[in-house]
């Protein structure tokens, strides 16, 4: 991925998508730069946190300075971990000034993901350890966001955000190109029995995309990265159009922030796409 650190902030970008700038305007925030103090430092965008919200405002203003967009043109989910999606296919006119920037209680909608063909709308989902899951249809210049922890990728919410575009916009998926977000690895995402028997059922002939046996432990890990990467090409992308950042989130305490190794006193990233 590509780290772009023209101000005080750092925002990783997918080199593939960059290259439909300026019409896509994509990325993932990292801890830095911000005004979040400790364990929240620095740059946590998470109002559902016990950070000072004042300081999560701020954080999230910096971000879109360094976008070059609008407050208002920031759209926020209540992410409940589920397989639920929704397009933004109108904007009503009671809810254009906030859709959750400055209050988390003014969010769009709760879900996990949503899809648009609207320009200058910013859809955001926020991390700490899932993934983010980002497509772009480069012909019927559609959208889609996805956050995808265990439970919203045993619940397909990649393949069916896409089949959404699909249906909505006429997406041919061999035109999407994706990216799927730093979280944690499958080297660090050791699961529990109840992950293992969700797999096992649900996706019988496909659980080696989903689970890696770890020998010296002998527990079962979780592969985020892998397991919604499968569904996009049953989908039919084309793998030379997906994007895999190699970044940990557990690992890599500099960078990310991290619900597994902090617990509660993790802050959050976002993922964010806007057609201009």
Known sequence: MQIDTSDTIEWLQFKE?????????????????G???????SLNVGLHVSDTPELVVLNRQLIAQHLGIAS?????LKQIHSGKIIALDQLPTDKLEDKGFWNEKNVWAEADAWTTQLR??????QMADCAAVLLYDSEKKAIGIAHAGWRGTVAEIVKNTLQQMKEKYQTNPQNVWAG????????????????????????????DNYLWWNENTQKYHFDLKKANESQLLAMGVPKTQISISEHCTLTENHLFFSARRDGNASGR???LMMLK
Do not use: W
């Open 17 to 33: 998508l960059s290259a439909f700038a300026p019409m896509l305007l994509h990325g993932i925030s990292t801890r830095k730069g």
């Open 35 to 41: 005004v979040s103090a400790s364990p929240y430092q």
């Open 72 to 76: 208002h043109q920031m759209f926020f």
């Open 120 to 125: 200058n709308v910013a859809l955001v989902v």
């Open 180 to 207: 799927i977000s730093p979280c944690i690895s499958v080297a660090k995402y050791e699961v529990g029995d109840e992950v293992v028997n969700t797999v096992k059922e649900l996706f019988p002939m496909e659980k």
């Open 269 to 271: 990233i976002l993922a």
